[in-house]
């Protein structure tokens, strides 16, 4: 009995570190996942350099995107952040 009410403390101390810290960090990791899965021609995006981009073409790995009117580019899409939307 002793054992066990030095180790409650140890276990709680865990519990609350997987709710406070680990658990939201994967609802966020499975949520960014879906956004780059969805991700289709002609969506504007933030990549992690801050460049607002739009996507030209999806293949598997990568992302081919434009810049500007002349300027194209392939990027991975781990480097993309989140979805621009234009704020009106």
């Known amino acids: 009995m002793e054992i066990l ?3 409650l403390p ?8 997987y709710f406070v810290i ?3 960090q994967q609802k966020e990791a499975k949520k960014r996942k ?10 504007k995006v933030i990549t992690s ?6 996507i030209h073409k999806v ?5 081919s995107v434009k810049i500007n009117d002349d300027t194209m580019v392939k990027i991975t899409q781990d480097s993309v952040t989140r979805k621009y939307e234009d704020e009106a």
């Not at 879906?34 to 991700?39: E, F, G, H, Y």
């Not at 293949?59 to 992302?63: D, Q």
């Open 22 to 24: 680990i658990r939201p």
């Open 59 to 63: 293949e598997e790995k990568f992302l």
């Open 5 to 7: 009410s030095q180790l």
């Open 34 to 43: 879906a956004m780059i899965l969805a991700l289709a021609k002609g969506d």
């Open 10 to 17: 140890f276990v709680i101390l865990i519990a609350i570190m």
């Open 49 to 54: 350099g801050g460049l607002i981009v739009v």
